[in-house]
């Protein structure tokens, strides 16, 4: 498991990404899960989904500026989303 306390600054950087990430997971599910409940029941408005996406997103960024510093490749292309993640071997 990551040690927020470590000394080791990647492995700190590791833990708050990871703390980031199942945060933004929790609190995008706890919405939807809401979507279903709040009037009109089984109907998850747009805003709720919106909100889902922009949490997602936060996270996502995190990992991905922690991969450049870790010097990995990053590949985003924008129609239909796709992002890939790589790591140079020389």
């Known amino acids: ?24 997971l929790a609190v995008s599910v706890l919405l939807i899960v809401g ?4 009037p009109p029941q089984g109907e998850i408005d747009g805003s709720v ?4 996406g922009e949490l997602a997103v936060f996270p996502t960024l995190a990992y991905g500026f922690r991969a450049i510093m870790m010097g990995m ?3 985003i292309n924008h129609g239909n989303t796709h992002i890939e ?6």
């Open 49 to 52: 989904l919106t909100a889902v």
């Open 85 to 90: 993640i790589t790591k140079d071997e020389d």
């Open 1 to 24: 498991m990551c040690n927020i306390h470590s000394k080791d600054k990647q492995e700190r950087e590791c833990c708050v990404c990871r703390i980031c990430f199942l945060i933004s």
């Open 35 to 38: 979507g279903f409940i709040m």
């Open 73 to 75: 490749e990053i590949h």
